[in-house]
């Protein structure tokens, strides 16, 4: 299948290249060549009429641009209601939709500043920096010139100095290296509960949906012989396996690609689903949203029957979800009983990210309220 190509005019002449989007969006149908002389309400106007900017000027210029165009993008404050007039009240579920929707229309909008490549992910742009290692994590070898948003180029450069550094993770007393298009283990919570909750053996375990690795490292560290660690995602599987690598645990972790399970059977099966039962806008999203909780089902569908007999399942979930009003506890509950499943114990912490404690962030009561929790399963 061809890729899809974005086209043009410029200098009375039509032009096209071959368009990128990690999101997954379109090539923009409108394309207006832009440069130093464009100012910053001109811009937006233009990206939030549909019309993306193609940038010939300086690199530089064009990411304060950028940055002008998100302040741009910030809702204007509420104005406070008449003394006297009725509280209107926003239920959780469409708070977090209409701050869903906000945030995939400034992502629209900001997306609208294009970014040209040249051979070996050259951008031929004045002060344009060496982006080659970035785009090469991120997209693979080279394949010719291509266009794409100067957004996601800033996200690929965030993501390759979070590969460079990696993130430490005090509960494994090392550092993980997290690949771009992998979530990060940045929310230490659910770490220390997998390196406190007692193992039911220390002969074999599963981690379903392993990610950057992060957690069959920690089974590993304590003493698990053997981890297989299981994903879908071929960055994700790349990720645990440099992962693995750099700390040592090579022969003790094996990755594989599957959906969900591995064969055979396990006395102890791990794994930490997207924590909320929404649709993915895009295949970077899958982190995050489990979309009609089909990871979530899919583990526990399948746990019993992938367990040794006295083993258990361990089930890393926050209970946002419940909060913002998308999944009912009764629902995870009664999920378990069709699943021929017992809870053995259940621990529980709160979460210390940055967000929980952020007044101004429109899901604050939610995440004020979050508990993540690490179920010990068993079958019946």
Request: hydrophobic content about 40%; some cysteine.
């Amino acid at each position: 299948m061809n890729d899809p190509q974005l086209s043009w005019v410029e200098q009375d002449e039509q032009r096209s290249a071959r368009w990128h989007s990690e999101s997954g969006m379109p090539p923009p149908g409108r394309v207006q060549v832009a440069d130093d002389t464009m100012n910053a309400d001109t811009a937006y106007r233009l990206a939030c009429e549909g019309t993306a900017l193609l940038w010939r000027g300086d690199f530089q210029n064009a990411r304060m641009l950028l940055q002008a165009m998100a302040r741009r993008a910030v809702p204007k404050p509420k104005k406070a209601p008449r003394k006297g007039a009725p509280v209107v009240e926003v239920a959780p579920a469409q708070a977090f939709h209409l701050h869903r929707q906000y945030q995939s229309q400034r992502a629209r909008t900001l997306g609208m500043l294009l970014i040209p490549f040249g051979d070996d992910f050259a951008i031929p742009l004045r002060r344009a920096p060496d982006v080659s290692e970035a785009c090469t994590e991120a997209y693979g070898p080279p394949q010719g010139p291509f266009v794409a948003s100067l957004r996601e180029l800033l996200g690929l450069i965030g993501a390759h100095e979070w590969r460079r550094k990696g993130v430490d993770v005090e509960a494994l007393a090392a550092r993980i290296y997290p690949h771009y298009g992998v979530y990060s283990p940045i929310r230490g919570e659910y770490v220390e509960l997998v390196a406190k909750a007692p193992l039911p053996a220390k002969t074999l375990a599963f981690d379903i949906g392993t990610g950057t690795g992060v957690l069959a490292a920690l089974l590993a560290r304590r003493g698990v012989a053997k981890v297989i660690a299981t994903d879908q995602s071929q960055r994700a599987l790349a990720c645990a396996q440099d992962n693995m690598a750099r700390l040592g645990f090579g022969k003790k972790v094996e990755v594989l690609e599957a959906d969900l399970f591995p064969p055979g059977r396990a006395p102890l099966i791990v794994c930490n689903p997207p924590w909320l039962p929404a649709r993915a806008g895009s295949p970077l999203e899958q982190t995050v949203y489990d979309t009609d909780s089909r990871m979530l089902k899919g583990f526990l569908g399948g746990l019993a029957e992938h367990l040794e007999p006295g083993g258990e399942g361990w089930l890393i979930l926050s209970d946002l979800a419940e909060h913002l009003g998308l999944r009912t506890r009764e629902f995870l509950l009664a999920e378990f009983e069709k699943a021929g499943l017992k809870v053995v114990h259940r621990m529980d912490v709160r979460p210390h990210h940055p967000k929980a404690g952020d007044k101004e962030d429109p899901l604050h009561a939610a995440r004020a309220a979050e508990v993540t929790s690490l179920w010990r399963l068993a079958a019946k």
